[in-house]
């Protein structure tokens, strides 16, 4: 009597744990990756704390370009870092300087973020570079992927293509 009561009860315990770990689908499983890379990037957007890896700049004038070093802008809460080569006209520039115009680091001036209408977001501030004022558009969906596009006061329009991540926590501590 033992054993057929034994039996009955693992047989119980095992139907009603293959009921509460039902499989989930592809695409349930797509479903899900895909909400929680929204809210990360969301989350990311929110804090004002991520930053933006280019791989492809896209000048005005010109061809587009492959970038294969580490190209990046790190937003950190009220300051920008941006390491982005430069390809373009300038109309004025600093005498004797070798050094890309987009390489600096400043104070983020009017931080701004929209809903866009196919499901992600704009965000756009303002910066001042030495002499130059230059304001920054992203263009962030929902995957992370992003496109950058710079307006300045002193150099033609640029625009980058990239995605959005989270910055080392050693970068957000300093």
């Known amino acids: ?36 890379k929204k809210e990360k990037v969301k989350q990311l957007i929110s804090d004002k704390t991520w930053r933006f890896n280019a791989d492809r700049m896209l000048p005005s004038n010109g061809p587009s370009k492959t970038l294969v070093t580490d190209y990046r802008v790190d937003l950190l809460s ?30 983020i001036d009017s931080y701004n973020i929209q809903d866009w209408k196919k499901g992600g977001w704009i965000v756009n501030f ?18 992370g992927s992003a496109t950058l596009s710079v307006n300045s006061t002193d150099r033609a329009h640029i625009s980058y293509q990239g995605e959005i991540t989270e910055i080392e926590k050693d970068k957000k501590e300093k």
């Open 1 to 36: 009597m033992k054993h057929v009561i034994l039996i009955v009860l693992i047989l119980g315990a095992s139907f009603v744990l293959q009921a509460q770990e039902k499989e989930l689908t592809r695409k349930e499983k797509k479903a899900k990756i895909e909400a929680e």
């Open 78 to 107: 009220d300051k920008i870092e941006s390491y982005l080569p430069f390809f373009g006209r300038a109309y004025k520039a600093e005498y004797g300087s070798t050094n890309s115009p987009l390489d600096f680091k400043g104070e």
């Open 126 to 143: 303002n910066v001042k570079n030495k002499s130059d004022f230059m304001q920054f558009t992203f263009t962030i969906a929902s995957s």
